[in-house]
Every structure is written in C-alpha cells, then in structure tokens.
Nanobody, 127 residues
Framework: QVQLVESGGGLVQPGGSLRLSCKAPRLNLDVYTIGWFRQAPGKEREGVSCISDRDGTTFYADSVKGRFAISKDNAENTVYLQMSSLKPEDTAVYYC????????????????????WGQGTQVTVSS
C-alpha cells in the first residue's frame, strides 16, 4: 500500500526557513510525480509545487516562486520542500500527494480521488 508521510513543519519567524520532507517508502520516485499542496484556514487548497518522475522537472506557484525549492532523493524515497523567506501568509497545513499527474502549470488539476495523500504537517509563520 502506497503511503506518504510528511514531516518538518513547525513555528518559524517571518523571514525564516523550514524544510519539509515527504517520505514515500514504497514508491519509486522515478515513476511517480510528487506534488505539495497547502491549505490555510478559510482558504482554498493551493497547489504549491511539484517534481516530476523521470526528469525531475519542477513547477512552482507564483506565490512561492523564488522562495521555495523542491527536490528529491531517489535513494531515500523522499521529496523535500525547502522553504525560505517565509511570510505569515505561508501559514498552512502542507500535504504531499502522488497521482497520475504531469508536473507543469495546472498540475494540481490532475489530482483525482485516486491520489494518495500524506497526513499533513503544520507550518506556522509568526513573530
């Protein structure tokens, strides 16, 4: 059974950094694309970033471009989301997901009911 486990969230001051991890013990990351969503209270879910399976193509939402970096370690079956220059508006629960998705603009629209989600990790940016 495919399982995703996020970690790395926490409380950080504005301007600070965090690195989120999405561990996928039974996934070959050369075959599966991984995406990150976030959801803040009272707001719609937002597709933040993705990294493709074979060639590692990445995509970022405009709201995080230049501040977040997604990467993967195939040997560790882990995808990372390095978040820098964090702002209060980055506060949300962050989820990783895998599905039959193509990493590019509107990638998040390809996530279906068949998608596998992690349990989420809370990121709070506050002074």
């Amino acid at each position: 059974q495919v399982q995703l486990v996020e970690s790395g969230g926490g409380l950080v001051q504005p301007g600070g950094s965090l690195r989120l991890s999405c561990k996928a013990p039974r996934l070959n990351l050369d075959v599966y694309t991984i995406g990150w969503f976030r959801q803040a209270p009272g707001k719609e879910r937002e597709g933040v970033s993705c990294i493709s399976d074979r060639d590692g193509t990445t995509f970022y939402a405009d709201s995080v471009k230049g501040r977040f970096a997604i990467s993967k370690d195939n040997a560790e079956n882990t995808v990372y989301l390095q978040m820098s220059s964090l702002k209060p508006e980055d506060t949300a629960v962050y989820y990783c997901v895998t599905d039959a998705i193509a990493c590019g603009s509107n990638w998040y629209l390809g996530v279906t009911v068949e998608g596998v989600w992690g349990q989420g990790t809370q990121v709070t940016v506050s002074s």
